[in-house]
């Protein structure tokens, strides 16, 4: 690969910084990009629509003088829309979809400089923590082609983690930006709720539960992108209060001596492997070692009370989405939709709307619990997954049984949904490994629109545990 060779040793940050300071040219910077699409992508399936005579017309326009200007960039091919291109989720039934604008999440993007070259694989309509849409087929692990990258934001993560770009597009309702982060050894970000604007289709999504916002290998390039992005839209239903500073700025900041909780899963039902306990306490005791007040403490949370909201919540919104194909009245034929979607949504169809105001109640009442708890605690530390990514097909979505389905998701992740709920920040952080290698990640979670002591706390560990150096090692 001849191609600007010194390109995967950069991050987003770090290519416009070079594209700023002309040490290399925009055009270079995609080329190379492209260049490591064709040679790994085919492998993989992360990356299912080929944009790049769009990004090279991108910078043959001019690209905005924005923060990333010439950082290669992938949109995930749900939520986000780019005009004239097919915004299908994964789906057969959406699969004629086709926007005749961007959305606020892309024009922000587009104007942070962020050279957009394709869109990447998702589980249909985003119902997933596996990235294995019928429609497109899966998407593979670089570090283990065997394995589920995780989902819904899997192209995302197996692009990413294959060094094809520095970071991409990724959102998350049950914990889709953190769980593929955790299986492909990234860092992985759900901001505040309202801190990215959906808009101008939708106010919110799943009740407030989904954010939009990246994957990548350093924790300065989620700051950076969400510096871009992380600002109201007119028109709003609500929004996240604004930061004392930019985020980026927060990545070196000393965070100080920090009051920090870690739980197993324990008193909230939730239960995790050997492993992730193991790589739990390694980062506790870096953490000891740095200073901060350590205290095992489990979070004011049922994770079977969580789980009951998620399916409730879920099962109204796959209904919804089902009733919502642009051509009015149209609705799946067989085989347009897979079988846990269209089971789920048989449920939803009987979700009636006090069920749901009753549900988010039950969901706000969380938050407030754990708006207490953080009185006592600056950040929570838990697992970054139930157990290791299973073999791709484990987490079906073709399988007859959407109850067994359902148990599934739950079993392999179970901590993060709750703070889609609650609404926090959180975020996932390769800090460790198993005996072979293969990534082992914790999640940090703040108060509510504290983004900036995680971007401080995972700054000091990122350089205290070296993660960037670890990466999959047959990508050619």
Known sequence: MSVFEEYENYDAVGL???????????????????????????????IVMELYDF????????LPDGPLKGAPYLIKDLGAAIAGF????????????????????????????????????????????????????????????????????????????????????????????????SCCGLVGMKPTRGRN?????????????????????????????????????????????????????????????????????????????????????????????????????????????????????????AAQIIRSHPTKGRLPQDGEVERVVAATAAKGETVFGHDVFMTQARMHAQGRRMAAFHRDFDVLLTPGLGHLPPKLGWIDMMLDDADEYWDRVAAFSPFTVWFNQTGQPAISLPVGATASGFPVSVQAVGRYADEATLFRLSGQLEQAMRWI???PTNLD
């Not at 604004?242 to 100080?256: K, Q, S």
């Not at 992730?276 to 306490?281: A, C, G, K, M, T």
């Open 16 to 46: 416009a910084d070079l594209v700023r300071r002309k040490e290399i040219a925009a055009e270079e910077v995609l080329e190379a990009a492209i260049s490591r699409a064709e040679a790994r992508n085919p492998a993989l399936n992360a």
């Open 55 to 62: 990004g090279r017309q991108a910078i043959a326009d001019g």
């Open 86 to 181: 097919p915004t299908t989720g994964g789906s057969r039934f959406m699969a004629d979809v086709v926007p005749d604008a961007d959305s606020e999440t892309v024009i922000r993007l587009k104007a942070a400089g962020l050279a957009i070259f394709g869109k990447t694989n998702t589980c249909e309509f985003g119902m997933s923590i596996t990235c294995e849409p019928q429609f497109y087929g899966p998407t593979k692990n670089p570090w283990d082609l065997e394995l589920t990258p995780g989902g819904s934001s899997g192209g995302a993560a197996s692009a990413v983690a294959a060094r094809i770009v520095p970071a991409a597009h990724a959102s998350d309702g049950f914990g889709s930006i953190r769980v593929p982060a």
């Open 197 to 317: 604007s959906f808009a101008p289709a939708l106010g919110e999504r799943i009740g407030g539960t989904v954010a939009e916002h990246t994957v990548s290998r350093t924790v300065r390039d989620h700051a950076a992108i969400l510096d871009a992005t992380g600002a109201p839209a007119e028109g709003d239903p609500y929004f996240a209060p604004p930061p004392a500073r930019p985020f980026l700025e927060e990545v070196n900041t000393d965070p100080g001596q920090l009051r920090i909780a870690f739980t197993y899963g324990g008193a909230t039902g939730a239960v995790t492997d050997d492993d992730h306990r193991r790589v739990l306490d390694q980062t506790v005791a870096v953490l000891d070692g740095l200073g901060h007040r350590i205290e095992e403490a489990d979070p004011p949370i049922s994770n079977e009370e969580s789980q009951e909201i998620f399916r409730t919540l879920m099962a109204a919104n």
């Open 469 to 471: 150096d670890r990466q």
